[in-house]
């Protein structure tokens, strides 16, 4: 299995889940990942007990997704960064990493010794990464966010998604939404950066931030908004298809499911899918039986159709639709996403062996090689490597143990 960050060397000072996922895509990817924890307090992530109304961690286990997801492939090490006797150790990883990843804002980064400057005067060579709320310039450079303020609020989905009159804005759809997206973006950043440094010789700054990448997802909208100099219309969620199309919009069934049609081409999918569910009387109807007759007569076509969907359940509705040509899709939940045959095949929802030996479900980054599914290993326990990293770094038993008297590692 090819593994293209096989003998890359990460040193990752972050925590919570936006620039930490970009470390799990990495070491999916094969690359050696060392995440520094504070010596006392650990990821502050790991502080959490709830999450979305759930308990965060599996009855019986250590194993809690909201750990799991952006630390996995991972080895952890306690550090007390803010410790003279820390530095030592700091700057030893320093010097064996190829790329120093952190959301540390600027502020906390000069206090500890880990911005720019302090990074590249221990390594020239290393490609210095942040994920920020808001990016390196601008007043608000120095400032923290977190996706639901950054890439949800403040970059135009929240307001996209709520329809005029509602009583507040449209929520994001699922916890550390913008987050893992975020760190995907930081993820190929970085590849990237490795490419440039391999063939160049020079290293980078890689800078994303959450109101940037959230800017970039709803790039049409905004560019649009743009030429014509105001915020575009915005429309209620409708059931029923759309006035000029009947087969693109949402339909429910009779056993309450929503199917999305998505055929964007009405004329040429229209007769298949009277066909399909046995309708074929709507094919030669004088009000359907061209292109054009069919988008001008959409919202009587909305009405067929409504009714047509209706008197499926989702089992049936299914087994008509399996030999029709044009694009559909049932609207999942997340139980039936983590299920979905699509995904189990791809290996896109892959089995991890959590600390107890207990096999665990995750979901897989969606980037493969050679088409063969990522090979996840659990995320560290905290601190769980500090002793094999102080050895591979060429710390003596004796001096490892100062450090431990001394409160810099743990």
Same mark, same amino acid.
């Not at 639901?148 to 929520?171: E, F, I, K, M, S």
């Not at 046995?278 to 076509?301: C, H, Q, S, W, Y």
């Not at 089992?315 to 983590?338: H, I, N, R, Y």
């Not at 207990?358 to 290993?377: H, Y």
């Given at each position: 299995?090819?593994?293209p960050?096989?003998?890359?060397?990460?040193?990752e000072?972050?925590q919570?889940?936006?620039?930490?996922s970009?470390?799990?895509?990495? @070491?999916d990817? !094969?690359?050696?990942?060392v995440?520094?924890?504070? /010596?006392?307090? *650990?990821? =502050?992530?790991r502080?959490?007990?709830?999450?979305?109304g759930?308990?965060?961690?599996s009855?019986g286990?250590?194993f809690?997704?909201?750990?799991e997801?952006?630390?996995?492939?991972?080895?952890?090490?306690?550090l007390s960064l803010?410790?003279?006797?820390?530095k030592?150790?700091?700057?030893?990883?320093?010097?064996r990493?190829d790329?120093?990843?952190?959301n540390?804002?600027?502020a906390?980064r000069?206090k500890?010794?880990?911005?720019?400057d302090?990074?590249?005067?221990?390594?020239p060579n290393?490609?210095?990464v942040?994920?920020?709320?808001?990016?390196?310039?601008?007043?608000? @450079?120095?400032? !923290?966010g977190?996706?639901?303020t950054?890439?949800? /609020?403040?970059? *135009?989905? =929240?307001?996209?998604?709520t329809p005029?009159g509602?009583?507040?804005p449209t929520?994001?759809?699922?916890g550390?939404?913008?987050?893992?997206?975020?760190?995907?973006?930081i993820a190929g950043g970085?590849?990237a950066a490795?490419f440039?440094r391999?063939?160049t010789?020079?290293p980078?700054?890689v800078?994303?931030?959450?109101?940037?990448v959230?800017?970039w997802?709803?790039?049409?909208?905004?560019?649009?908004?743009l030429?014509?100099?105001?915020a575009?219309p915005k429309?209620?969620?409708?059931a029923?298809?759309?006035?000029?199309?009947?087969?693109?919009?949402?339909?429910?069934?009779?056993d309450?499911r929503w199917?999305?049609?998505?055929?964007?081409?009405?004329g040429?999918?229209?007769?298949?899918?009277?066909?399909?569910?046995?309708?074929?009387?709507?094919?030669?109807?004088e009000r359907?039986?061209?292109t054009e007759?069919l988008m001008?007569n959409?919202?009587a076509?909305v009405?067929?159709v409504?009714?047509?969907?209706?008197?499926f359940?989702?089992?049936?509705?299914f087994?008509?639709?399996?030999?029709?040509?044009?694009?559909?899709?049932?609207?999942?939940d997340t139980f039936?996403?983590?299920?979905d045959?699509?995904?189990?095949?791809t290996?896109?929802?892959?089995?991890?062996?959590?600390f107890e030996?207990?096999?665990?479900?995750?979901?897989?980054?969606?980037?493969?090689?050679?088409?063969t599914?990522?090979?996840?290993t659990?995320?560290?326990?905290?601190a769980?490597?500090t002793?094999?990293?102080?050895s591979?770094?060429g710390f003596s038993?004796?001096?490892?143990?100062?450090?431990k008297?001394?409160?810099?590692?743990?």
């Amino acid at each position: 299995m090819l593994r293209p960050m096989e003998g890359v060397r990460v040193l990752e000072v972050a925590q919570f889940t936006y620039v930490p996922s970009a470390g799990a895509v990495l @070491a999916d990817w !094969g690359a050696d990942v060392v995440k520094i924890e504070h /010596a006392e307090k *650990g990821d =502050a992530q790991r502080g959490l007990v709830k999450a979305l109304g759930h308990d965060v961690i599996s009855k019986g286990s250590t194993f809690a997704p909201i750990m799991e997801g952006p630390n996995r492939g991972k080895r952890s090490l306690g550090l007390s960064l803010e410790k003279p006797e820390a530095k030592e150790v700091l700057h030893e990883l320093i010097r064996r990493s190829d790329v120093f990843l952190t959301n540390f804002l600027p502020a906390a980064r000069r206090k500890l010794g880990i911005d720019l400057d302090d990074v590249r005067a221990v390594n020239p060579n290393i490609i210095f990464v942040v994920g920020s709320a808001f990016g390196h310039a601008g007043p608000e @450079a120095e400032s !923290g966010g977190y996706d639901g303020t950054a890439y949800w /609020a403040r970059a *135009g989905t =929240a307001d996209a998604l709520t329809p005029d009159g509602a009583v507040a804005p449209t929520p994001p759809p699922g916890g550390a939404y913008g987050d893992n997206i975020g760190g995907m973006t930081i993820a190929g950043g970085i590849a990237a950066a490795l490419f440039a440094r391999a063939t160049t010789g020079e290293p980078s700054v890689v800078d994303v931030s959450l109101l940037g990448v959230g800017a970039w997802a709803i790039q049409l909208n905004v560019n649009l908004a743009l030429q014509a100099g105001k915020a575009l219309p915005k429309f209620a969620p409708r059931a029923g298809g759309q006035p000029n199309n009947p087969l693109t919009g949402n339909y429910q069934t009779s056993d309450g499911r929503w199917i999305n049609l998505c055929m964007l081409q009405p004329g040429r999918y229209w007769p298949d899918f009277c066909q399909a569910v046995g309708r074929p009387d709507l094919i030669v109807d004088e009000r359907f039986d061209t292109t054009e007759k069919l988008m001008a007569n959409g919202l009587a076509a909305v009405e067929e159709v409504t009714a047509i969907m209706a008197g499926f359940t989702k089992d049936s509705w299914f087994a008509a639709a399996e030999k029709m040509e044009g694009q559909w899709a049932l609207v999942q939940d997340t139980f039936e996403l983590g299920n979905d045959p699509q995904l189990q095949a791809t290996g896109q929802v892959t089995d991890v062996v959590d600390f107890e030996g207990n096999t665990q479900k995750l979901v897989a980054n969606p980037v493969q090689f050679d088409r063969t599914p990522a090979v996840i290993t659990r995320a560290p326990q905290f601190a769980e490597h500090t002793d094999e990293i102080l050895s591979e770094l060429g710390f003596s038993d004796e001096k490892s143990l100062e450090f431990k008297i001394a409160g810099a590692v743990t």
